[in-house]
């Protein structure tokens, strides 16, 4: 079983709809989630952390978190054509510094 | 203006021949990372460093190797044992705690 799974995709959403982004993971001890986003031939770049259960808000990102179906998810509002590219999820393992990264869903938003 | 570099941003070299590629950090992290990214995959570990002279193999160490000599530099070298050695190469740092990882811009490694 793979640590972190994601849908690979693509999700295509037109301009201005919500893009909804999931990923499970494996390890009930882990603590600490991350959402990356990567254009094509750039490096990931971190756009949402969460630590909590529940729901955290920042701008048109929203990250959700649910430890006890261990299952995060990215919501982008209003979505734009500048969100189209791979989004990837991350865990940090609950021991030592070893990051778990899905496989990443690519995103593909349409003017 | 902290961060991670990687150089050279593109490299090229001839099949049987060893290559290392740079990773340098001034954001004081301890914990350094490589990955590989190929096509439309996900990151794979290849190796990571918690601290100075220690690191550890990842998932596809096999073809590679590391040192940590300085807390700052963290080089991969790709040996002429990696059988497929074309691909995205990324460095990260993080530090201790339930924080996120930095990612340098990475390396495209050709080998033809």
């Known amino acids: 079983q793979k640590e972190v799974e994601q849908n690979s995709g693509p999700l295509s959403v037109p301009e201005g709809a919500i893009a909804s982004l999931n990923c499970t993971y494996s390890?009930?001890?882990?603590?600490?989630f991350f959402w990356y986003r990567q254009y094509s031939g750039k490096s990931p770049e971190l756009i949402m952390f969460?630590?909590?259960?529940g729901d955290k808000e920042d701008g048109r990102f929203t990250a959700q978190l649910n430890k006890a179906s261990q299952y995060v998810s990215l919501l982008i509002r209003d979505s734009q054509p500048s969100d189209s590219a791979t989004y990837l999820c991350?865990?940090?393992?609950?021991?030592?510094?070893?990051?778990?990264f899905g496989t990443g869903t690519s995103l593909t938003v349409i003017p | 203006d902290g961060g991670i570099t990687q150089s050279p941003k593109y490299l090229f070299r001839k099949e049987g021949q060893n290559v290392t590629l740079s990773c340098e950090q001034n954001?004081?992290?301890?914990?350094m990372y490589w990955y590989r990214q190929d096509p439309g995959q996900g990151l794979r570990l290849i190796y990571y460093?918690?601290?100075?002279?220690?690191?550890q193999k990842g998932d596809i160490a096999e073809g590679y190797s590391v040192s940590r000599e300085k807390k700052e530099s963290f080089p991969l070298t790709v040996t002429s044992a990696q059988k497929n050695p074309t691909a995205f190469y990324l460095c990260?740092?993080?530090?201790?705690?339930?924080?996120?990882?930095?990612f340098g811009p990475g390396t495209r490694l050709t080998v033809t």
């Open positions: 990260a740092s993080s530090i201790e705690g339930p924080y996120e990882q930095y």
């Open positions: 390890d009930r001890g882990s603590q600490s």
């Open positions: 969460i630590y909590s259960n």
């Open positions: 991350a865990v940090r393992g609950n021991t030592g510094n070893q990051f778990y």
């Open positions: 954001l004081n992290h301890d914990a």
């Open positions: 460093s918690q601290i100075v002279n220690d690191f």
